[in-house]
């Protein structure tokens, strides 16, 4: 009897953990709930030391020190920013340390947004290495799109 009691322990213990599909996914969520709460130390322990996250302008392109030095006065004042996953897809390398995802984020002044990026197993943890967040531009008003980016005087635009 105690032999089939620790192996139902042993099973039970075995579904209740996560996968990492499911591992990254929670990272991903609590990274957008923590930048929707303005918390800015549950935010930036997400990141990786050497993280990069990637603005929509061309001229967005963040070591995460330079990143948390823009972010900290907006989260210091209780502003965040929110955006709603609702379509994701990940993908990992054949070792499984390292994991890529796309996702379709809802955002109340951008509309649809993309983020993609990369995850990096560290300590037992997964961290973003690194996060873009895009607007996707239908394929029908791209070209109307580049003809305004070119008529502006946006020197972050490289």
Known sequence: MKRLSCCLLFMLSLSVSAS???EVSNVLDKFHQAASDASFTTYFSLFSANAVFIGTDAGETWP????KAYAKPYFDKGQGWTYHPRDRHIYFSANGDTAW????LDNASYGVTRGTGVLVLENDEWK???YHLTIPV???LAKEVVKM???TDNTSQK
Request: hydrophobic share 35%; net charge negative.
């Open 20 to 22: 990492p599909q499911e």
């Open 64 to 67: 995460v020190d330079d990143f």
């Open 101 to 104: 995802f796309d996702e379709l």
């Open 128 to 130: 973003i290495a690194q």
């Open 138 to 140: 239908p394929n029908g």
């Open 149 to 151: 980016i070119r008529q």
